[in-house]
């Protein structure tokens, strides 16, 4: 019988409104708050098999051993649609100039990001927008499929029903996004000009860089280049991170 969901999302604040939301579908629920894999360790096995864990927006990776021992399963609400897999969804659709964005809620797995889909939201990318600003609407609508899937998550013993909708190939990883701002000197300028209005947000503290002589120069970029509209503005600013002095490209 289900009769407790554990919440992982990194904001208390997040936790108490999403708690209070399938409260109202499920008085009788008990909630855990969870961050960390060790706050997950420290939940009881019986605890586990009469719980429910939800993802919103969580970085943390379920080991495989607590996603088994989960009685009613694990979802996972994801920032981006299912073509954007993986690590920084909104800043790698805004390099590709993708035209559809949106947010996934899926059944949690051993690999992440690659679970069954049991609900998506999409939406056309608006004209210039920033990458920012992508983040952001992905955020409401990401909040608004978990209001469409509260009723369930909160009184359906059984698993959420599948969608049949697969995810994209393609899945990005950290390690492709500190490639990726790692600037080469011989970089054109519309390349440039993508990767910064992409990447220039210090996103998980990486920064776009260029290194010349074995010093290491981040890019300060303001203003940011606008998605579609990135020739028009200027080079970004180069900033020299051993001395915080601020250079000219």
């Known amino acids: 019988m289900l009769q407790n969901i554990i919440i992982m999302t990194p904001r208390a604040q997040q936790q108490l409104a999403l708690a209070a939301l399938l409260r109202e579908h499920n008085p009788a629920l008990s909630f855990t708050p969870a961050v960390t894999v060790e706050g997950l360790a420290t939940i009881a096995p019986e605890s586990l098999r009469r719980s429910r864990l939800i993802a919103f927006t969580s970085g943390t990776i379920v080991p495989p051993e607590t996603l088994d021992a989960l009685g009613h399963g694990a979802y996972n609400f994801h920032p981006g649609p299912p073509a954007y897999p993986g690590w920084a969804p909104a800043h790698f659709a805004w390099y590709e100039r993708a035209k559809i964005f949106g947010a996934t809620a899926h059944l949690m797995t051993e690999r992440v990001d690659a679970g069954p889909i049991v609900g998506t939201e999409t939406f056309i990318i608006p004209h210039g927008i920033s990458v920012r600003e ?3 609407i992905a ?7 978990f209001w469409r899937l509260a009723r369930q998550l909160a009184t359906q013993t059984e698993p959420l029903q599948t969608l049949p909708i697969e995810w994209g190939k393609g899945r990005s990883t950290r390690q492709m996004y500190e490639s990726i701002c790692n600037i080469p000197l011989n970089i054109s300028k519309e390349e440039l000009d993508r990767r910064i209005g992409a990447f220039h947000d210090d996103f998980r503290g990486i920064h776009p860089t260029v290194t010349l002589h074995g010093i290491k120069f981040r890019a300060a970029c303001e203003p940011v280049p606008k998605r579609e509209e990135a020739t028009a503005q200027p080079s970004p600013a ?12």
């Open 134 to 136: 992508l983040e952001q």
């Open 238 to 249: 180069i900033e020299d991170t051993r001395s915080n002095v601020r250079r000219r490209a």
């Open 139 to 145: 955020y409401v609508r990401l909040a608004y499929l």
